[in-house]
């Protein structure tokens, strides 16, 4: 599994930090929403197709945040 893209909230703590990871493997996309950092909450999402998948990430990352690509 490759990781291809990382975005950040920019902000710091469990209660407030929200990550969105995008990785490929194997022609299969996945998108993580994760809150609260590293030991947070998790929810994966699964995609055949990479353009479904970046809808995924544009729908998440839509909103107040001052998201930042690491």
Do not use: P
Request: aromatic share 10%; charged share 40%.
């Amino acid at each position: 599994m490759e990781k291809r893209k990382h975005y950040w909230n920019g902000r710091w703590g469990r209660l407030a930090r929200v990550d969105v990871l995008l990785y490929e493997d194997g022609g299969r996309w996945l998108v993580e929403e994760r809150t609260g950092g590293v030991e947070g909450r998790s929810v994966m999402e699964e995609f055949d197709q990479e353009d479904a998948a970046l809808d995924r990430v544009r729908d998440l990352l839509a909103g107040t945040e001052d998201w930042r690509e690491l």
